[in-house]
């Protein structure tokens, strides 16, 4: 940024001026964390699909000038606590780490973090809601009749 500064003295009976232009360079600091893009994420899939398979993707930005504006995503907590997803530490991308299962696990909580590179490190987290579909993956299971009692009794009917 350039300022042109002038200078006027008082004297009589003709004042004198100048003037001149001084450049002023800003330096950045770390001073603003990163930030997610949405204040929540919900994404879903189905059950049974193969590990990396790819939830969806977190965006964050960091307003601070480079080399501050450089950041890292990381999985900070999942709910149920069973290690079931991990985020591209680069690029946000949301992964299955196993195969879900929908009868065990309907809907999981995940909480990711972007932390800074630079210092101080700052961060912001968000919070990430991942519902499981149901395939068709189980058999049916007969309960009656049982083995070895392969009669029925209906009545009420006329």
Known sequence: MEVC???????????????????VNIV?????PPRFTQSSYTF???ENQPVDTEIGRLVAVDPDSPPHDQ????????????GAFVVDRRSGRLATARELDRELTRVHH????ATDLAEPRL???????VFVADRND?????????????????????
Do not use: C, K, M
């Open 110 to 113: 995940v909480v990711v973090a």
């Open 28 to 32: 950045d600091v770390n001073d603003s």
């Open 71 to 82: 950041f890292l995503f990381a999985v900070v907590s999942e709910t149920p606590p069973i």
């Open 123 to 129: 961060s912001s987290a968000v919070n990430v809601t």
């Open 138 to 158: 189980n058999a049916p299971v007969i309960s009656f009749p049982r083995s070895g009692n392969d009669s029925v009794e209906v009545r009420g009917f006329t």
């Open 44 to 46: 879903g899939t189905y």
């Open 5 to 23: 500064i002038a200078a006027v003295d008082g004297g009589q009976p003709t004042p004198r001026s100048t003037t001149v232009t001084v450049t």
